[in-house]
């Protein structure tokens, strides 16, 4: 009752009212009324209406308004922390100089007010949605807090009075609890996804959400109003559950705990008994999980996963693991005890709806509310990602939840808090696990049958999709705190977790090569597969290796490096590995073999430990190596071929591995694994393992030929290739050995910039950073800045001349590239294998430059770093007589030119040879002694040691081969001769102990030996260590080979005197090396050279480092070879000579053809390509040098026949036709217009030449008759067709068919076919029209140029005469049809509006108009690209080949079917006085346009064009004169308007005294004095703009001023006049000075004249005072005009300065913070792709729906408008500029750089920009000359849509 009556009182007064009874001691009443009113206004069943809302913002103020209210509030604001809270998109910025946590991040105004300058900072956009941490201490430094958050606000805020927010604590709750029971009543579970509707109740819960987010915006005061309601468990007991009486609140709560039960999650009431299970710490029994795998139930899991399951990949049953052993409390308990948990479990039910995202953030600042909030969040955590993995969102899910737990977790007081208080690390453990467990599958590496280990399946969304990235993100942040990175490596129980964890990766997406028909379906998972392994593996591991770097946690390293040997052991045992990896799997994922490594070298690095304490046994060892051994040898048969059949995604996975962002994580720890394998495994075994994993050993006999079981033969080469560079790799890679992270760091770039110049973004992105962002080496660390500097010079970014846009590069300084190249690094680093060519191209480039030596360099040698003492036992890895076996059986084939080697192998074996010699094993120095044959009756070698063994004599070997060899051959013949006694194998004992078989699977035997010594050892039971040796399985094929037999080889060499031999062999010479040549050489020198060099220095450094070798050296060069070569019976060796010599003679065939060649093109491009200088131009000026009447010839570019161009075979020239608004943007200043980038800046449009023309033809069609207007302009400013031509000549008919047959083609050309467009055959310069030539001359030469001693009153007369002609239709042929085509073309190209300027569209006058107005654009355009006057002289660049003089007969065929009506002719009021025009008008009909108002240059093309062709030069000379008169006329009515009146009286007295002087007209004081006179008479000409004229008269009138201003006046029509002389008639334009421009140009036109003035080249026909009066009448008779209007005609001022581009500022932020969130001008919204044109200014939404007219957007609306179809845009959020011309656009580059040269597209880097003006002035030059169709080769149909 009570709440009816406040309901209707006002709001106002029942709020005061209820604020004064409050705040009685005594409040009961006033309590209950409150409840009574809020019962009835918040009733949760009327719905979310406003009122509510209405009502309580008048009770929280109490009587005042709501925004004083708020005012009031913020003013006791004691807030810190900035806080604000953005959503993704937001621009924000990270500064890493002031940054604590890697997250750390600003919001603009913070960042603006604070100082960063000279900081490593970086703008950016925000993906999921953060908040700005100014003021926060924890996060980042307090140097970098803003000015607003630096100052403590807290101290001097008063504190807040008790009843300001009274209200709020009594009301606020109440509106909490009904958002709640919305949010339960709402929510209904969903049957299927497609009925889920929780939008809407989300929706209508918008209001108040967003109320509730105002509140947090008032500050620290009332946020803790809030933190305390939100926290109180007593209000949210009394309002939660309802009391009895309220039926609709119990129903409400029991909503609530049905919708906990359906989320599997169980209220802690109900547990009851078993609520003590709650403390149970996680993972009691973690061990279990292994060993409990292989009970692992596969029968189908819950209904609910199944639904998910069937799209599993391959339909393979998915694995459930028996979770009994983890603590099950974690992964389903929840109670909610206070507003705020329930809120946050809402939040999670409706999937993180942005509002309350944002508020729950929002409360953030309030330390208290923040503490209970991570602490709440934690308590939900399982539960989060468990509806994160059934969600349909889960991108925009994983985005709100990282938005939230990135602004908890990044604190590490926080984390650390809730770590040990709400066991956060288990939760996260666990909750990873349960995660990954929904995806298992068996894993089938190894024995597939029996397989017991399980694996993640790649196929699966939650890897394909990344679902779990925001639980791994949270798990990496925390662990980058030290405190709770210490609590990990701690807990063993934990780490055990963790390590079974990993181990679900370890195998994964396992590969099996395809051997028959290649797959049907390349499965794309691997993207998966290294995403998840780098992401859940690698990235915590990083993390956890930063806090093992000092002594002190020894321990931490040791527990993770047993833990991972322990898993690894039953990982061996779970898929039943024993010796032999299988055949054709492969795995690129064992991240427990990599956890092992990288924790491995960070013990002996950092902390001390000795290697040998942290390794298992020697057969532990054999068992790791394989499978990382196994992926070395996988890429050699990836990049041989043999995967071919797996598709190419298998070359992905290859290319994935070693590519920068993984190889640190992946190829790395590998590599060093194997190389602490080899160190302390036995090396023989070692490197007949290598050998047999790649498959090579049948290759590495001595015989000539050999079978090879398992390769191709055109396998082999590469595979033997690979095996080399492995090993050169493994024994000189010293990433993990030694180097520290300077040198590491320094190679990494080194080898980076070798391969290419680089910039310094890819640079950044290449160098392998430690992935953890607390380490050293953060991107753009200072060190990584010295270092750069270091080894690279910068190359500032320049233009080539086709346009192409450079960046800034760095590459390697000189020193670098002699002492640092080192190829090995490369290969290493190479995801392409095209990138070792490239960079030993430019290392080739390099020497030849520096004059080192020319030829084919060979891989540069290079010196290693020391090894760390631990790893000494590599070095033995060269020193075994296994590698010195297989180096002397390839030194051997290599010299015999046995087939499979390659200069690449005796590069890598040279190389080995190289790193034996410079790295000795320690121990033995008896290496003097010469040995003794006796003892090595079993084996090749006697020691170990490589430089004893280099000279050691191999006298014979046994071979097996097929029977068909050459050695069997041989050995037949030799039996043949009786040479020998013929010896079979069993008497071969006669020929000395020093027989071996050295048939290299005897490695392999030897291999099995060892390996069971060791197995036996360790007392394994035999029985299966001991495979069937893999050569019996292998059947022979069908059509089986020819039988091995055994032969003896007689061999008789050393290694060094093989070496001597391949020395002479590369050389070509006999006796290459002298005696001499030892005593000189020093072996430290010469690291750069072809193999001869190597060689050189390998035998030199043997010679000084034994004097046993140096004797058997002086043997070897001492014995002078006889001439022939060895075995001369052997056919190799003969084939070898005529194959070099065959090769040799296919070198200079080939030298020849390519010269003849370059010559052609050399012509080709001096004809076709001429851009420079017209002179050479084919078109032009081929008439002029033949003889005077013969026909100009043409070639055809596509038939190729050269010939005239006749009627009825017309040729044409191939043209673009393209309209252009380029002079209509031209201004009267020369400064470019500035863009605008306050609110107070604008551009006005008014001033440009376009505006200008427009508003004079308007201005006369108010007044005159229409067809006279239309010949007194030209129009074409804007939207003019402009025509160019690359010059090339084509057959229309030709042309024709060549349309056709692209028509036909349906590639994809860029170009659309239909519209007419194509690609100039010959040159490819985009085109879309053909203009015809005409036949006959090409220029009027001869007879047509002669001068005639004619009076100028016959001229006159003959001109008249020759316009009375009537034009003659041309006779129907196809050179007029092709005519009359082009003419439609020209028309079609430009848009109705820029061509329709008469009253009647369409009638003759406005088509005359728009014809010669084509002429005069392209004249304009031609002196604009001329730099705006003739002074350059013929060749200037820009004038590039010009189509003007077939352009002009084109247009005057087609206007002389218009004649005009001899009494309206011009050329009669021009030439004669006519007193009796006046009574010719009827009273209705306008006058015509007065001769002074017309347009001078108009009327010279009209004359021209409407005369017949070809026109005789003393014609057009006349028409010059006539016309120069009348511009001068105007241009002394123009200058005696802006005289003073006093000024105006003084010329014409000084006039009319020299009227009477002879010559008089030829003296502009006089003329002037007569215009002045005459104009006089007019009412009021001059009365009106005096008063202007004061203002600019400022100076007094001299006489040179008054020449100057007149030369001036009419510089701009001799300009012209002589452009059209010049193409009509093949006049040189002679260059000169600017002064000189004028006399120069009258000279040229044959205007009698002197420098000195410009009224001594008139030329009257009739007395010139007669015709200026006649002329000035004209204007003095418009009575009806009103004169303000027919001044402004008068005053015409035809110049214009050349058309700019906007100005831009300098700093890019300057634009993009002012633009980037202004709002469109027509529809209000900010855009989402804002743009601006570089032309006008204009903003414009690009691909905006909500701009679109006529489905067209505004983009390409606005090129229309303003550029006739070529638009410029920046656009504001890419930085990028696009060019749109017509129906294709093309994105043409960035003209803003950052400090390093580099654009930054789409601004991912951030970096500050700044304008290039370079770039600028060529964008500009483009749009002026436009050329953007052919420079820019990018172009694609925009469809209307940008």
């Not at 300001?164 to 709402?186: A, K, N, W």
């Not at 030897?1006 to 019996?1032: G, L, Y």
Request: glycine share 6%.
């Amino acid at each position: 009752m009570m709440a009816a009556l406040l309901l209707r009182r006002d709001k106002r007064s029942t709020a005061a009212h209820l604020k004064a009874d409050l705040k009685r001691t005594d409040n009961s009443s006033g309590l209950r009324q409150l409840r009574e009113l809020l019962d009835s206004v918040l009733h949760p069943e009327r719905g979310s209406d406003p009122e509510a809302l209405e009502w309580c913002k008048w009770l929280l103020a109490g009587g005042d308004g709501f925004d004083e209210f708020c005012r009031t509030v913020r003013s006791y604001d004691n807030a810190t922390l900035c806080g604000l809270v953005w959503t993704a998109n937001f621009v924000a910025y990270r500064c890493r100089t002031c940054g604590i946590s890697p997250c750390m991040s600003l919001c603009a105004e913070c960042f603006n007010n604070g100082d960063h300058t000279g900081h490593d900072f970086n703008m950016f956009r925000s993906q999921a949605g953060g908040a700005c941490d100014c003021g926060d201490g924890n996060v980042m430094r307090e140097s970098g807090f803003c000015s607003r958050h630096r100052l403590k606000t807290g101290e001097n805020v008063p504190s807040v009075p008790r009843d300001l927010l009274l209200m709020s604590e009594m009301v606020l709750p109440r509106f909490i609890i009904t958002i709640i029971q919305y949010l339960r009543d709402g929510y209904t579970e969903p049957e299927s996804p497609a009925d889920r509707d929780l939008q809407k109740v989300l929706q209508q819960l918008d209001l108040h959400i967003s109320f509730l987010e105002e509140l947090t915006k008032m500050g620290g005061a009332m946020r803790t109003v809030l933190t305390k309601i939100l926290t109180n468990q007593q209000t949210f007991k009394e309002l939660s559950m309802g009391q009895e009486e309220n039926v609709y609140a119990k129903r409400n709560y029991e909503k609530y705990l049905s919708a906990l039960k359906s989320s599997g999650l169980v209220s802690v009431e109900e547990k009851g008994a078993g609520a003590g299970a709650t403390d149970t710490p996680a993972g009691a029994g973690a061990l279990g999980l292994l060993g409990n795998t292989s009970t692992a139930s596969l029968e189908d899991s819950s209904k609910e996963e199944d639904q998910d399951g069937l799209q599993g990949v391959g339909q393979r049953k998915r694995v459930k693991l028996s979770s009994s052993t983890k603590d099950p409390s974690i992964m389903d308990t929840l109670k909610h005890k206070c507003f705020l948990e329930e809120l946050l479990f809402w939040t999670i039910k409706y999937e993180f709806p942005q509002k309350m995202v944002t508020f729950l953030l929002n409360m953030l600042p309030d330390q208290d509310y923040k503490i209970t909030f991570t602490k709440t969040f934690v308590q939900h955590y399982a539960f989060i990602m468990k509806t994160l993995m059934k969600s349909h969102e889960s991108d925009t899910m994983s985005n709100r939840i990282v938005h939230i737990s990135v602004q908890l977790f990044s604190n590490e007081e926080l984390a650390r808090h809730v770590t040990e208080e709400c066991q956060l690390l288990d939760i996260m453990v666990t909750v990873l696990l349960y995660m990954m467990e929904s995806c298992l599958i068996k894993s089938e590496l190894q024995d597939e049958e029996n397989n017991r280990h399980v694996v993640v399946n790649c196929g699966e969304a939650l890897l394909k999709n990344n679902t779990y990235w925001p639980l791994v993100s949270d798990f990496i942040n925390i662990l980058s705190h030290q405190s709770v990175a210490k609590r990990f490596l701690e807990d063993q129980s934990l780490l055990m977790l963790w390590m079974s964890f990993v181990s679900f990766f370890q195998g994964m997406n396992l590969n099996k090569r395809e051997l028959n028909e290649h797959v049907e379906f390349e499965s794309q998972t691997y993207y998966a597969a290294f995403a998840a392994e780098l992401e859940a593996c690698a990235q915590p591991m990083w993390g956890l290796l930063t806090h093992c770097k000092v002594k002190e946690t020894q321990e931490y390293t040791k527990t993770v490096v047993r833990y991972c040997l322990e898993t690894l052991q039953m990982w061996f045992d779970a898929i039943g590995f024993v010796d032999e990896p299988a055949l054709n799997q492969l795995t690129f994922h064992l991240p427990l073999h990599r956890y092992y490594a990288m924790f491995l070298s960070k013990g002996v690095k950092c902390q001390g430990l000795d290697l040998d304490s942290l390794l298992p046994d020697q057969e532990m060892l054999m068992k790791i190596m394989v499978h990382p051994l196994q992926i070395q040898a996988s890429l050699s048969e990836i990049h041989s071929n043999m995967w071919v059949r797996n598709g190419l995604q298998i070359k992905g996975q290859a290319m994935t591995y070693v590519q920068s962002h993984f190889c640190n994580s992946m190829i790395d720890p590998d590599i060093y694994l194997l190389q602490v394998c080899a160190s302390r495994l036995d090396p023989d075994y070692f490197i007949s393992s290598v050998f047999e994993r790649f498959k090579v050993v049948d290759l590495l006999t001595m015989a000539s030929q050999h079978q090879n079981a398992v390769l191709d033969s055109e396998q082999e080469r590469p595979m033997l290739e690979g095996a080399l560079t492995f090993l050169v790799i493994l024994s000189s890679l010293r990433v993990h050995l030694g180097m520290s992270d300077d040198e590491i760091l320094r190679a990494e770039m080194v080898s980076q910039l070798c391969m290419n110049d680089r910039t310094h973004s890819s640079l950044l992105d290449l160098i392998p950073e430690n992935p953890n962002p607390k380490s050293g080496v953060v991107p753009g660390s200072c060190s990584f800045e010295e270092m750069l500097a270091a080894v690279a010079d910068f190359k500032a970014p320049v233009f080539e001349p086709g346009g192409s846009m450079q960046q800034g590069m760095y590459s390697p300084k000189a020193e670098v590239w002699e002492k640092e190249f080192d190829p090995i690094m490369v290969i290493l680093r190479t995801v392409y294998r095209r990138d070792v060519q490239s960079a030993m191209d430019r290392y080739g480039a390099f020497l030849k430059q520096s004059g080192v030596q020319t030829g084919n360099p060979w891989p540069p040698y290079k010196e290693r770093t020391p090894l760390h003492p631990c790893y000494k036992g590599l070095v033995r890895l060269l020193h075994c007589k296994t590698l010195h076996i297989v180096i002397f059986t390839l030194l051997y084939k290599i010299w015999m030119d046995h087939q499979t080697m390659s200069e690449h192998v005796l590069c890598m074996v040279l190389y080995l040879i190289e790193l034996g010699l410079d790295n000795q094993v320690q121990d033995d120095q008896v290496e003097e002694e010469p040995c003794i044959e006796e003892h090595c009756h079993d084996s090749w070698f006697p020691g170990t040691s490589l430089l004893s063994n280099l000279h050691h004599v191999i006298n014979f070997v046994r071979v097996r081969v097929p029977e068909t060899a050459p050695e069997v051959e041989r050995k037949r013949e030799r039996e043949r001769e009786r040479e020998t006694p013929a010896s079979t194998s069993s008497e071969s004992s006669s020929f000395g102990q020093n027989l071996r078989e050295a048939q290299v699977f005897s490695l392999v035997a030897e291999r099995r030996r060892k390996f069971q010594e060791i197995i036996n050892r360790s007392n394994h039971e035999a029985s299966q260590a001991v495979r069937p040796k893999s050569s019996s399985s292998r059947s022979l094929p069908p059509g089986s080979p020819p039988q091995l037999v055994t032969e003896i080889l007689e061999i008789g060499e050393s290694m060094l005197s093989l070496l001597v031999k391949l020395h002479q062999k590369l050389s070509g010479k006999q006796n290459s090396l002298s005696l001499s040549w030892l005593a000189e050489v020093d072996p430290a020198h010469h690291p750069h050279g072809d193999g001869l060099t190597a060689i050189e220095r390998i035998l030199a450094k043997a010679a000084a480092r034994s004097r046993h070798s140096k004797r058997c050296l002086q043997e070897i060069c001492g014995k002078v070879c006889p001439p022939i070569p060895p075995k001369k019976n052997s056919p190799g060796d003969k084939k070898s000579m005529d194959k070099e010599e065959r090769r040799q003679r296919a070198r200079e065939r080939q030298q020849k053809l390519l010269a003849e060649f370059a010559s052609r093109q050399k012509s080709f491009m001096e004809t076709a390509m001429d851009v420079e200088s017209p002179d050479t131009d084919a078109v032009m000026d081929m008439g002029s040098a033949e003889a005077l009447d013969s026909e100009v010839l043409y070639d055809c570019v596509i038939c190729g026949q050269s010939g005239p161009s006749t009627e009825d075979r017309p040729t044409g020239l191939v043209v673009l036709l393209q309209a252009s608004s380029v002079l209509g943007h031209r201004c009267r200043s020369d400064t470019p217009k500035q863009l605008p980038t306050t609110d107070e800046e604008h551009i006005y449009p008014v001033d440009t030449c376009g505006a200008a023309h427009d508003v004079r033809l308007t201005l006369m069609q108010r007044y005159f008759k229409d067809s006279s207007c239309l010949q007194s302009v030209s129009i074409g400013w804007d939207g003019g067709v402009y025509v160019q031509t690359c010059g090339h000549t084509l057959h229309i008919d030709c042309h024709k068919s060549y349309m056709e047959s692209l028509r036909n083609d349906q590639v994809l050309q860029g170009f659309s076919v239909d519209k007419g467009e194509f690609t100039c055959p010959l040159c490819r310069q985009f085109a879309n029209s053909v203009l015809p030539c005409r036949p006959g001359r090409g220029m009027e030469t001869g007879a047509w140029h002669t001068p005639s001693n004619k009076s100028m009153s016959t001229l006159v007369r003959e001109v008249e005469d020759l316009q009375e002609q009537l034009g003659i239709f041309p006779a129907e042929s196809n050179l007029s049809k092709e005519m009359e085509s082009v003419i439609k073309d020209i028309k079609n190209t430009t848009q109705k509006k820029y061509m329709d300027y008469g009253k009647n569209p369409g009638s003759p006058d406005n088509d005359f108009l728009f014809m010669y107005s084509v002429a005069r654009t392209n004249l304009e355009l031609e002196l604009v690209h001329r730099g705006g006057d003739l002074c350059s002289g013929g060749a200037s660049a820009a004038a590039k080949r010009s189509c003007l003089n077939q352009l002009f007969h084109v247009l005057a065929m087609h206007m002389r079917l218009y004649s005009i009506d001899s009494a309206y002719n011009p050329w009669t009021r021009l030439t004669q006085s006519t007193h009796s025009r006046e009574t010719a008008y009827c009273d209705d009909e306008r006058p015509e346009v007065p001769m002074l108002f017309r347009d001078v240059p108009s009327l010279l093309i009209i004359f021209i064009l409407t005369m017949p062709q070809p026109l005789r030069k003393e014609h057009f000379t006349c028409v010059v004169k006539v016309l120069y008169s009348l511009q001068y006329t105007q241009a002394l009515a123009a200058l005696s308007v802006r005289f003073s009146r006093e000024e105006r009286l003084a010329w014409s007295n000084t006039g009319a005294a020299k009227k009477n002087t002879p010559n008089s007209d030829k003296s502009w004081e006089s003329l002037l004095g007569h215009v002045i006179s005459e104009l006089t008479k007019a009412k009021d000409v001059y009365d009106t703009s005096s008063e202007e004229a004061l203002v600019l008269s400022s100076s007094v009138w001299s006489p040179q001023s008054i020449e100057f201003s007149l030369q001036q006046f009419c510089l701009p029509f001799l300009r012209l006049s002589c452009l059209l002389q010049h193409h009509l008639y093949g006049d040189s334009l002679p260059g000169c000075l600017v002064e000189e421009e004028f006399s120069l140009l009258a000279g040229c036109l044959g205007l009698a004249g002197s420098a000195q003035s410009s009224a001594a080249c008139l030329e009257w026909n009739i007395s010139a005072f007669d015709l200026i009066s006649q002329w000035c009448s004209e204007v003095i008779t418009l009575s009806d005009a009103p004169t303000q209007q027919s001044v402004s005609l008068l005053v015409q001022d035809p110049q214009w300065a050349a058309p700019r581009l906007l100005h831009l500022p300098d700093n890019y932020n300057t634009i993009f913070q002012y633009y980037h969130r202004k709002s469109c001008t027509s529809c209000g919204k900010t855009p989402k792709d804002p743009a601006l044109c570089l032309v006008c200014g204009a903003f414009v939404c690009l691909k905006g729906h909500c701009c679109k007219q006529q489905g067209v957007c505004e983009c390409v609306l606005h090129s229309q408008h303003c550029g006739a179809a070529t638009g410029i845009f920046l656009l504001i959020n890419a930085s990028v500029i696009i060019i749109i011309r017509g129906h294709r656009f093309c994105l043409w580059g960035s003209v803003y750089l950052d400090a390093h040269g580099e654009e930054d597209r789409d601004l991912r880097r951030g970096k500050p920009l700044y304008l290039c003006e370079e770039r600028y002035r060529v964008l500009e030059q483009q749009w002026v000359s436009h050329t953007f169709d052919h420079i820019n080769k990018r172009w694609g149909p925009h469809y209307n849509g940008l």
